[in-house]
């Protein structure tokens, strides 16, 4: 099988179950934002290779899972209404983040004013995962009534804890947070 189809040369793709729509659809727009943060991850475990700390088999799996959640997240989105969805997200899947949340926030030091993102390309990374989340949220409201809550709420908990575990891959590396008026 080749790579390419030729099939979206005049702008159009396919969603789950073969129904076409333009490139430029609010559906595919959320489900490649939620795509666009999913390769964030992906290269923010890429650069926290082996100079991670004792837990870094831990983390890696739960980045694992989450980038397979987020490959579901955008599955469910692209599925037309009235189809069956393949991958459908539960609140299990929202309660497994807020666990994440609360563990890896106990782990780091509690916050006292605003921090400015970056630290190691890893944290900084995760950063900017967190905002691409946060534009996915943003884009999938513009979809309409036909989302499930299940996606909006496991999107809006998926930037916490990537805000969360930026925090705590810097603090793990000894990068200093920087406030806002810190010099």
């Not at 692209?78 to 997200?89: D, I, R």
């Amino acid at each position: 099988m080749k790579i390419y189809t030729k099939t979206g040369d005049k702008g159009t793709t396919s969603l789950v179950y073969g129904t076409r729509v333009a490139k430029n659809d609010a559906v595919v727009e959320a489900y490649g934002t939620c795509d666009e943060a999913n390769t964030l991850i992906g290269l923010a475990v890429g650069h926290l290779n082996t100079e991670f700390f004792n837990e870094k088999e831990e983390l890696l799996k739960v980045f694992h899972e989450i980038q397979t959640t987020l490959f579901h997240v955008g599955a469910e989105l692209a599925t037309p209404k009235g189809k069956e969805v393949k991958w459908k997200l539960a609140e299990d899947d929202i309660s497994k983040l807020e666990q994440w949340i609360d563990l890896y926030d106990d782990a780091v030091p509690t916050l006292s004013n605003f921090i400015l993102p970056g630290g190691h390309p890893s944290g900084a990374t995760l950063h900017v995962a967190r905002t691409v989340v946060r534009r996915a949220e943003r884009t999938v409201l513009s979809i309409g009534t036909d989302v499930s809550p299940n996606v909006l709420a496991y999107l809006n908990r998926l930037s916490d804890f990537l805000f969360v575990a930026a925090r705590l891959v810097n603090q793990r590396l000894g990068r200093v947070e920087r406030g806002l008026h810190e010099k």
